[in-house]
């Protein structure tokens, strides 16, 4: 289809994003995708205007898998959620906020709209008209009032292969061989991953994410799930090259909970080898890490040090049950690391 749309981004209501406005703060990058990702969003939006979001595109469950098959692109749920991450805090950008993250429920379950989210079909739609997948990501963030933006790790939609150990006997134990998994849904579901690859193997980067990588000050790897939300950006060729090679300063952000499904008996320092092991050549300058989620600090602290980073644990947990970052204890911890202010705890 022929794009409708031409020339320059729709204005929005005055105060909203920041669009006209000089950006204040460091460049961040934030990389990874779902929960983990709007998660870093949400704290680092208070620290800075000038954020971009690097996003996986191998998600291929719910209503992105049915977009992503049926339409064939890129999944755009991930995308989806870092947009509602950055909306402006107004009015109108909460309110196109929920409108985005609203999923259709039919009394009978049967519709052929149900459990799609409105936000990933108003995000098709656009990449429909304009004919390019960050043009269309730029508009939505416009209608958000987006503080930031946000950028898929490729144009191209990719698939997360992941191999596990399973007993040769079933339930019953025996002789263990190694299975090949196929679909970030099916992986992350498995159990303990062993090694994961992304297919095609050489997909091309999206070459904006790799300029914002290039000029930013600091870019932010995790929080997310390890093996399919973080891992991913590190496996793509031009992707890890440029993390590699950025004169930026690096920053990981440790999950809360270790043992996922994905990531079965691994401990925090064992996450951390899992990043040396794709990226052997990738070093990081900080790595937080809540103070009550790593069991062996000693063990962890040595190997972040191989990675050449200092550890930063804080109490960056949210009070309530589920495990999740607070806003507002996470972007504390990222303005210490970010203005080196206060004392690290552990690293070289």
Known sequence: ???????????????????GGTPKGPSVV????????????????????????????????????RLRKDFGVVPPGDLRMALAALCDDTDWG??????????????????????????NLLIVTLWELLGDVVDGLRWAG???????????????????????????????????????????????VAGRLEEVRLVPDDAPACPEALSAIELA???????????????????????????CATPARRCITMNLTMDTKET???????????LQRVAPGFTADAVIADEASVADRAEFERVAAELGAEVHFDRVRSSGHRPIHDPLRLAGAYHEVFTGGGAPQGGR
């Open 1 to 19: 289809m022929n794009a409708v749309f031409t020339g320059q981004l729709p204005l929005i209501p005055p105060g909203t994003g920041t669009t």
């Open 30 to 65: 934030a990389l990874g995708g779902g929960h983990g990702l709007s998660g870093s969003l949400s704290a680092l939006r208070l620290l800075t205007t000038d954020l971009t979001a690097v996003v996986t595109v191998a998600d291929d469950g719910g209503s992105s898998g």
């Open 94 to 119: 909460r309110t196109w906020r929920d409108v985005m993250q609203h999923r259709f429920r039919s009394p009978t379950g049967v519709s052929g709209l149900e459990n799609h989210a409105l936000g």
């Open 142 to 188: 416009a209608l958000l009032g987006a503080r930031g933006e946000v950028l898929p790790m490729s144009r191209t939609p990719l698939m997360i292969e992941g191999d596990v150990e399973v007993a040769a006997g079933g339930a019953h134990g025996g002789a263990s061989r190694r299975e090949t998994i196929r679909g970030q849904a099916a992986c992350a």
């Open 217 to 243: 000050d600091w870019v932010v790897l995790g929080p997310g799930s390890w093996y399919t939300s973080v891992l991913p950006h590190l496996l793509l060729p031009q992707m890890r090259e440029a993390l």
């Open 264 to 274: 079965t008996g691994m401990s925090a320092a064992d996450h951390l080898r899992a």
